[in-house]
Nanobody, 121 residues
């Protein structure tokens, strides 16, 4: 069983920065793809950033150039560096890890509990 715990959320002014962390129970991010999702009140959950097991990054258009996803060297912690924050970035941010067997017959999907990010003056 994989457990994920997010931290680093808080209140920040527009234009400010925050760095979110997602600590895994094991060194999983070399074999699990990882994503950051967010959900604002009254809105659907959306994918904001992800990183493949090979280290390729992808981002939603709304955060390109402002957010950066990364992993630590031990492959046990996932990060989301958020710069130039906007009020519309306000949401609960969730860490997600996905494992797919080589044969494509098994997929495991794990989620953290979420951390609140509020961007307001």
């Amino acid at each position: 069983q994989v457990h994920l715990v997010e931290s680093g959320g808080g209140l920040v002014q527009p234009g400010g920065s925050l760095k979110l962390s997602c600590a895994a129970s094991d060194r999983i991010f070399s074999i699990y793809a990882a994503n950051w999702y967010r959900q604002a009140p009254g809105k659907q959950r959306e994918l904001v950033a992800g990183i493949t097991t090979g280290g390729s990054e992808h981002y939603a258009d709304s955060v390109k150039g402002r957010f950066t996803v990364s992993r630590d060297n031990a492959m046990q912690t996932l990060y989301l560096q958020m710069n130039s924050l906007k009020p519309e970035d306000t949401a609960v941010y969730y860490c997600n890890a996905v494992f797919t067997a080589a044969a494509g017959t098994t997929t495991l999907d794990y989620w953290g509990q979420g951390t609140q990010v509020t961007v307001s003056s």
